[in-house]
């Protein structure tokens, strides 16, 4: 059973990867920019871009199948089952977030921080995307009947990531949660983790409901609604 020192520690190698690819990004774009005369290279971007999250996302993807499979391990379930590897973020993907995150270049003033930030937020997502997707994939196809739950970490989570933490280890397929289980902010540090039936989740699943609950109260049944209330009462984004 995955415990919080396990969510922690693959947490950690998970930010060493996106380290690492946010630092060679920040290096790339320097020198871009050192070297940048005429009209802004889009297609060199887009392409670097790509590169990058491939490279990158399948050592995050790698590092998710075998937690996957020393998590399984220990469950000690029944049957045989690997995990699988997911691919590498979509090129189209990739090239589409570049596309967008570098705006605020064409500006009356161009502001590249900021589209350094944007593009930054977009590859840690795309980095993390095949790793969070393996948790995912391999829990649908694991015949054992296991699910995953997105387990908070880090010192602040925002509104949307502690509803879905709310809801504990129900995450299965892609209908379960409306597709919104796969949607996660560009510097979201939540970890999909995989749980095997009888096992408990490795953080305090109540505590996420209590405070779902308090909002859901006041704000009614609508999710956008109580989102809102949620970021109000806790001050949280
Ligand atoms: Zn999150």
């Known amino acids: 059973m995955a415990t919080p ?13 996106v380290t ?21 290279p889009v297609a060199e971007i887009e392409a670097f871009t790509a590169d990058l999250v491939a490279v990158y996302g399948d050592t995050a993807a790698l590092n998710a199948v075998d937690w996957y499979d020393e998590l399984r391990d220990q469950a000690a379930v029944r049957g045989r089952y690997r995990a699988r590897m997911a691919e590498p973020s979509p090129r189209g993907q990739a090239a589409a977030v ?15 921080d900021k589209a350094l930030e944007h593009l930054s937020g977009g590859v840690q ?26 387990v ?15 809801r504990g280890a129900v995450y299965h397929s892609e209908e379960t949660a409306g597709g919104l289980a ?14 095997w039936p009888g096992e408990q989740e490795p953080y305090d699943v109540d505590r996420y409901f209590e405070e779902y609950s308090a ?23």
């Open 5 to 17: 020192a396990d969510v922690a520690a693959f947490r950690a190698t998970q930010t060493d990867v």
């Open 152 to 166: 908070p970490t880090g010192s602040t989570t925002c509104a949307f990531c502690r509803l879905l933490a709310s």
């Open 98 to 112: 570049a596309r967008w995150a570098v705006g605020p270049l064409f500006g009356a003033q161009p502001d590249p």
């Open 125 to 150: 997502r795309m980095v993390l995307q095949p790793a969070r997707e393996t948790i995912a994939d391999s829990v649908d196809q694991d015949p054992a009947d296991a699910r995953w739950a997105r």
């Open 20 to 40: 690492l690819a946010l630092a060679e990004l920040a290096d790339w774009w320097e020198q871009l920019l050192a070297l940048l005369t005429g009209d802004v």
């Open 215 to 237: 909002a859901r109260a006041k704000a009614g049944g609508d999710p956008n609604a109580i989102l809102a209330q949620m970021r109000k009462d806790l001050g949280i984004r």
């Open 182 to 195: 796969s949607s996660y902010h560009g510097t979201c540090d939540c970890v999909a983790t995989p749980i």
